[in-house]
């Protein structure tokens, strides 16, 4: 056994660090965290200064953590010293602690120590060996006090929304707020109302080209209103409010000549921006990549602990992807400067390197993230790097390279142009020099009037030249409600009111997706009824607790407890008193809530007998006042439908009236139907249920689902017409005689499955999270499953009956054999590639998940 160990979380990083150390050490992955609070019970002696129990993870699914304790144990004892080099941050700390905990005796005399980097190279391996540290308590304590929070929250507030509303629910201290902003967003949206006003653009020409437009700003001393109404209408402003207001305006300009008032030429200095830091690199790879918070994370994870790069072995490409600094170090600094002077030239290199200040409270022992050697250019480690690896390198080293270079400049024209008592004003940008531009432009959530300018051209005119006016043309606006946050924005808002911290922004999106709180359509989010009743539940009774100015505070003082300027029993103290009277006053509040049912004059279109408001699970509804006789239930609110123009039916916005809609009727029994809530959203329900089931989806936009389409196709089951349905995950075909005969039609493969004794074949299926898969049609009794297309096609290699047809890293479709000991592999033909599924009706996907 080697006389030194090393410990770190993951395989990928120890196989990388363990080249740079020698045949003195053994390095052996933990797997992230041995030890955590229980998971059955508190595990917190609220009384005894909140006293944490810790115990080892129990093993899970494909981690025997138990086995990897042991023999690290084993390691330990055999060892002359133990390095912990989790990563640099509060979890790391708390790795390291757990590890010396289990691994090293008290009384031990085998020495331990701590060792940091912020990149996996050779020389910052070395030197973080050479001047070796202890654990930082201080840390440690953050960290503890971190998941001692979280676990109070969750454990004692869980249960009375389980209570309340039903199924397994959560509350998080962070995750909660992340939500009341998705929820207090769509009320906002709501809520909005939309103002109309109108501009004027006149199209101009000058004896040069080109044509351009110039927009209307005053009228005699009247600035023109646009965008902005929150506030009144000054007498200094001009809105104008309707079209003929606008003609007329319009008719008396067509009668005025057009002069150049006055010619503005200024240059313009565009700054290149700071390195990436972990929320930056977040917003970025949603903007520019499309990826989520945690493809991003898990793919930074990848470069930063190490890639394979053929002769020189495992490599890591990034420095640490948590941090908040944009510090970089002097001899990377140094390095890239030599690197742009040699690749971009002398005009592209500013005199001295560009120091960028971190915001206020950053951890500046870290440093920003960039790539862990600047000459190592995206092309020339194309070849290592799988898709996603390779896009999020190159978005990374070109900010780093960009973020060292000169900056860009513009020539900035601005031209006012009178026409009687009108002023028009144009503005262009040209731009003299790209500077960092040549590299990397940052990208934007929404366009804003300097992109606008770069893309505008203007001719050279001077002062008091005469235009011709080509055209003046009004244009209609109306203002537009607050977007809806997408995983950049929401990430940004995070990050700017100091709510959680950008490493755990992953674990809290994908937590408010998967208790099915949040949706996410066309990249935005939307709060579920679900979501928007836990919310409300919450807030009612946690205001002080769930809200934005006290989640920041908490996230200061684990700061400040990480520094030792705060005992962290004494921050957990000061929560939990206001906490405890919280506890007491929503456990009363939840309990009414559950037993509340409010008259309406609403009646039931079943027995005839009154409605009642009551508070479940997706909010308020209306639920007969005989139940459990009678188990009718309805949305509190009825839909107006509006006929588009072509044919579709929506929600009007206006809908407000209770009761069930009188323009819907049950294709299967002809009785009204009724606008109901459920895990889903709203949908239209048969008002004869529990008899008939009949529903009718209604997507985000408003639009009711098609009434189901006869086809000339038999049910194989009962002989009665099948029909094509729209379900939850798309367009499917079913009897028509559902839910009398639930037979659905399955797209096949046509190829059959391989297991012994089994007589199905494999069917193109849909995962819950929107996946194709290959299945087999006598599932349950034969569970086969393949995520690569099944191709009828014997392997010539070990003669299995069909072969996979899938995407390489380099993204080439190849078939290899189905059995996983042959690694038979060729091209896949041209003709005959995995057709692209961009819609329900490129391959019908089935109606329900049948796994």
């Known amino acids: 056994m080697a006389k030194n160990l090393v410990i770190v979380e993951s395989p990928a990083k120890a196989k990388t660090i363990n080249k740079y150390l020698g045949s003195d050490y053994v390095v052996m992955a933990s797997l992230g965290h041995i030890k955590d609070l229980p998971a059955k019970g508190l595990g917190v002696d609220v009384e005894h200064d909140f006293a944490a129990t810790y115990e080892v993870i129990p093993d899970i699914k494909k981690r025997n953590n138990k086995q990897t304790v042991a023999a690290l144990k084993k390691a330990a004892r055999e060892a002359e010293a133990i390095y912990l080099a989790a990563d640099p941050d509060r979890e790391g700390e708390a790795i390291c602690q757990h590890l010396a905990e289990e691994l090293i005796p008290k009384r031990s005399k085998t020495p331990h120590y701590r060792v940091m980097f912020n990149e996996i190279t050779k020389r910052a391996v070395q030197d973080a060996f050479r001047e070796p540290k202890q654990i930082d308590a201080n840390l440690v ?11 109070l929250v969750g454990y004692k507030v869980s249960p009375l929304l389980c209570k309340t509303v039903g199924g397994k629910l959560s509350a998080g201290r962070v995750q909660s707020v992340a939500l009341r902003m998705i929820v207090e967003r769509e009320r906002e949206i709501e809520a909005f109302t939309k103002t109309e006003y109108w501009t004027i653009v006149a199209n101009l020409s000058h004896d040069d080209p080109p044509a351009f437009d110039a927009r209307l700003v005053r009228v005699g001393e009247q600035t023109i209103k646009s965008g902005n109404f929150d506030n009144e209408t000054k007498a200094s402003e ?9 003609r007329a305006l319009v008719e008396e300009i067509e009668g005025e000549r057009f002069r150049v008032a006055e010619v503005t030429t200024k240059e313009r200095k565009r700054n290149p921006v700071p390195p990436f830091i972990t929320s930056k690199l977040q917003q970025e790879a949603a903007r520019k990549l499309g990826f989520s918070v945690k493809r991003t994370m898990q793919t930074a994870q990848r470069l930063y602990e190490g890639i394979e790069m053929g002769g020189e072995g495992s490599t890591g490409l990034i420095t640490y992807m948590r941090t908040d600094s944009t510090r970089v170090s002097d001899t990377a600094l140094a390095e890239v400067r030599d690197f742009i002077g040699k690749s971009y030239g002398a005009n592209y290199l500013p005199e001295k390197a560009i120091q960028y200040r971190s915001k206020k409270g950053a951890q500046d022992a870290h440093e920003a993230i960039r790539p862990t050697d600047a000459t190592r250019t995206p092309d020339s480690v194309a070849r290592f790097l799988q898709p996603d690896e390779m896009r999020l ?14 900056a860009a400049v513009f020539d900035q024209t601005t031209i006012d142009i009178e026409a009687g008592r009108f002023l028009f004003r144009a503005s262009g940008a040209v731009q003299k020099f790209d500077g960092f ?26 002062k008091d030249d005469e235009l011709q006016r080509n055209t003046v043309t009004p244009e209609q606006h109306s203002t537009e409600p607050p977007p809806r946050y997408s995983e950049a924005t929401l990430v940004k808002m995070l990050e700017e009111k100091g709510i959680g911290r950008p490493s755990t922004y992953a674990a809290i999106i994908q937590t408010i997706q998967d208790r099915e709180y949040v949706e996410r359509h066309e990249s935005k989010f939307y709060p ?8 409300d539940l919450l807030v009612a ?8 100015t006290y989640t920041a505070r908490m996230e200061q003082e684990l700061d400040d407890i990480g520094e030792g300027k705060l005992k962290w029993t004494t921050a957990l103290r000061d929560f939990y008193t206001q906490f405890e009277r919280d506890l007491v006053v929503a456990e009363q509040q939840m309990k009414d809530k559950r037993g509340e049912a409010i008259a309406t004059n609403e009646k039931c279109d079943n027995c005839g007998a009154g409605m009642v408001k009551k508070f479940g699970r997706f909010g308020e509804y209306l639920a007969c006042s005989n139940y459990p006789e009678c188990r009718t239930t309805r949305e509190v609110a009825k839909p107006a439908f509006v006929i588009e123009s072509n044919g579709a ?28 809530r459920g895990r889903f959203g709203q949908f239209l329900g ?6 008939c089931r009949n529903i009718r989806k209604i997507s985000r936009s408003g639009a009711v689902a098609a009434a189901p389409v006869p086809l000339d196709e038999l049910c194989p089951v009962d002989g009665a017409n099948l029909v094509r349905r729209q379900g939850r995950f798309g367009e499917f075909i079913s009897c028509s005689n559902y839910p009398t005969c639930n037979f659905i039609k399955r797209e096949t493969t046509g190829v059959a499955c391989d297991k012994p004794g089994c007589k199905g074949e494999l069917l193109v299926k849909k995962s819950k999270r929107g996946r194709y898969f290959y299945g087999c049609s006598e599932y349950p009794t034969c569970d086969a499953v393949y995520w690569d297309k099944p191709v009828s096609e014997p392997c010539p290699q070990c003669g299995a009956p069909f072969l996979l047809e899938k995407k390489n890293k380099k993204g080439e479709t190849i078939r290899v054999c189905a059995r996983e000991d042959c690694d038979f592999q060729v091209e896949a033909p041209v003709a005959m590639t995995i057709p692209e599924v961009a819609s329900p009706t490129d391959r019908r996907p089935i109606g329900t998940p049948f796994q």
């Open 238 to 246: 001009l809105h104008i409010k309707a079209e003929d207001q606008a």
């Open 686 to 691: 048969c008002t004869g249920y529990p008899d």
């Open 393 to 406: 390198y190159r978005l990374i080293w070109q900010r780093f390279v960009a973020s060292q270079m000169t």
């Open 649 to 676: 039916k929506t929600m009007s916005a206006d809908a407000g009236a209770e009761g069930a809609t009188q323009e819907e009727t049950c294709d299967l029994c002809g009785k009204p139907m009724a606008l109901k």
């Open 541 to 548: 009774s946690f205001n002080d607790l769930f809200n934005e």
């Open 528 to 535: 579920t009824g679900l979501g928007t009743t836990v919310n």
């Open 141 to 151: 304590d953050a960290q503890q006090a971190r998941r001692v929070l979280d676990r």
């Open 437 to 462: 531009l040549r590299v990397y432009e940052e990208g934007r959530d929404e366009k804003n009037e300097e992109d606008e300018e770069a893309t505008r051209k203007l001719p050279i005119v001077g």
